[in-house]
């Protein structure tokens, strides 16, 4: 099935271990993100890429890496998790380009739990 | 940089009413586009609407539409007909179109809550 990847769906840390969100499209959108939801703040973005090998830093950066060395993969790397990064996270992927929409689509969310 | 307000946190609203729900934003790009996502309480994004800057009408996808008046910086949601399944949160957001920045910036949500 066509669509975002997300996984895990839940996890548990303990503060300052690390982890990684995994994050696979197989639209090959150009386009890839990672969002932060938290109640009452919407979604905030955390870092996003317009291709392979090309990142950039959105909102809410701190404490988070990524990397992009496929049109597939977007993962997420929390290094030192903090009680801060409890939340749930969202990649969402579109196509460039400036036709009408190309609306994002969303994984399933992972929610992560830092003790 | 963009900026998007929705000033409802929540709203009910009766079964078959319709319901407005207001977003306003702030951008220095002339071209821009604007999306309306849902949230049901499972939690997947579900993308409604979209509206092109330039878009000479409003938008509309079936018992959604958008009410965009640009000199207001307005990009309201309508749903129609209301039913118990629109109890949701409801997302605006938007994308700058022109320059290199591909971001898509969301607002703070507004729960829907549809009584019978």
């Known amino acids: 099935n066509a669509g975002v990847t997300q996984t895990p769906k839940f996890q548990v840390l303990k503060t300052g271990q690390s982890m990684t969100l995994q994050c696979a499209q197989d639209m090959n959108h150009e386009y890839m993100s990672w969002y932060r939801q938290d109640p009452g703040m919407g979604l905030r973005l955390i870092h996003y890429?317009?291709?392979?090998?090309?990142?950039d830093q959105g909102e809410v950066p701190n404490g988070y890496n990524v990397s992009r060395s496929t049109t597939e993969d977007f993962p997420l790397r929390l290094l030192s998790a903090a009680p801060s990064q409890t939340s749930v996270y969202f990649c969402?992927?579109?196509?460039?380009?400036?036709?009408?929409?190309?609306?994002?689509?969303f994984g399933a969310g992972s929610r992560l739990t830092v003790l | 940089a963009q900026k998007i307000t929705q000033t409802q946190p929540g709203m009910f609203v009766q079964e078959k009413e319709a319901v407005t729900l207001d977003c306003t934003y702030d951008?220095?790009?002339?071209?821009?586009?604007l999306f309306w996502y849902k949230q049901p309480s499972s939690g997947e994004m579900i993308f409604l609407i979209y509206q092109g800057s330039y878009d000479q009408q409003n938008a509309t996808e079936g018992r959604y539409s958008l009410n965009f008046q640009k000199a207001r910086k307005s990009a309201n949601l309508v749903i129609s007909a209301s039913q118990l399944g629109d109890s949701a949160m409801y997302f605006c957001?938007?994308?700058?179109?022109?320059?290199?920045?591909?971001?898509?910036?969301f607002g703070a949500g507004t729960t829907v809550t549809v009584r019978a």
């Open positions: 957001a938007m994308r700058g179109e022109t320059s290199n920045d591909y971001k898509l910036s």
């Open positions: 951008t220095s790009d002339p071209s821009y586009g």
């Open positions: 969402a992927s579109s196509y460039l380009g400036l036709a009408g929409g190309n609306d994002l689509t």
């Open positions: 890429s317009v291709g392979a090998g090309i990142t």
